[in-house]
T-cell receptor, first 115, second 114 residues
Framework: GEDVEQSLFLSVREGDSSVINCTYT??????LYWYKQEPGAGLQLLTY?????DMKQDQRLTVLLNKKDKHLSLRIADTQTGDSAIYFC???????????????FGQGTTLQVKP | NAGVTQTPKFQVLKTGQSMTLQCAQD?????MSWYRQDPGMGLRLIHY???????DQGEVPNGYNVSRSTTEDFPLRLLSAAPSQTSVYFC?????????????FGPGTRLTVL
């Protein structure tokens, strides 16, 4: 079945880059997502990448996709204390024609940013 | 727009009690989902719906019922609460008209079953 795996914890110093990794098993995934959850809140979509891309950059965020190895990463440049949160990788195995409304999430990586 | 709203924010139940977690969205989204979040396990899909009158099971449906009589509302019913259902529950909705599945989440309901 579908499975998405992440490491559970990452600690970095303010100003450093953070790299959060994710692996997934469903090779038919069309979109892969990164969601952010701040303490006591729901999840918010941070960024996403379509499966025919290998990189996407959005300000301080860079998403890399290695489809052959089914590996996704999120790099946050110049990490700030406000970036401290849980980051979830997710995949949707919807066909190209449309989405099914179903997402499979990883366990979440807690990012701790030390001043 | 209020987005996705959930009530209550907190709830304590005794084993065997039943209750309904409410979820509503005002974005006219066709898709709605319920997840539970447990430490170290991420979000697991309980049930989801692709439109009014249509529901389907997710990864962990046992002990939960859903119905979707309107586009706006998607309540989650716990039939006979068990301590294993202690969790944070999130409702989400998304628009079906694009391939990209951006889900909008409610603030969550924190449930404790004693």
């Amino acid at each position: 079945g579908e499975d998405v795996e992440q490491s559970l914890f990452l600690s970095v110093r303010e100003g450093d880059s953070s790299v959060i990794n994710c692996t997934y098993t469903d090779s038919s995934s069309t979109y892969l997502y990164w969601y952010k959850q701040e303490p006591g809140a729901g999840l918010q979509l941070l960024t996403y990448i379509f499966s025919n891309m290998d990189m996407k950059q959005d300000q301080r965020l860079t998403v890399l996709l290695n489809k052959k190895d089914k590996h996704l990463s999120l790099r946050i440049a110049d990490t700030q204390t406000g970036d401290s949160a849980i980051y979830f990788c997710a995949e949707s195995h919807a066909p190209i024609s449309g989405n099914t409304g179903k997402l499979i999430f990883g366990q979440g990586t807690t990012l701790q940013v030390k001043p | 727009n209020a987005g996705v709203t959930q009530t209550p924010k907190f709830q304590v139940l005794k084993t065997g009690q039943s209750m309904t977690l409410q979820c509503a969205q005002d974005m006219n989204h066709e898709y709605m989902s319920w997840y539970r979040q447990d430490p170290g396990m991420g979000l697991r899909l309980i049930h989801y719906s692709v439109g009014a009158g249509i529901t389907d099971q997710g990864e962990v449906p046992n002990g939960y019922n859903v119905s979707r009589s309107t586009t706006e509302d998607f309540p989650l019913r716990l039939l006979s609460a068990a301590p294993s259902q202690t969790s944070v529950y999130f409702c989400a909705s998304s628009y079906s008209g694009v391939a990209r599945n951006e889900q909008f989440f409610g603030p969550g309901t924190r449930l404790t079953v004693l």
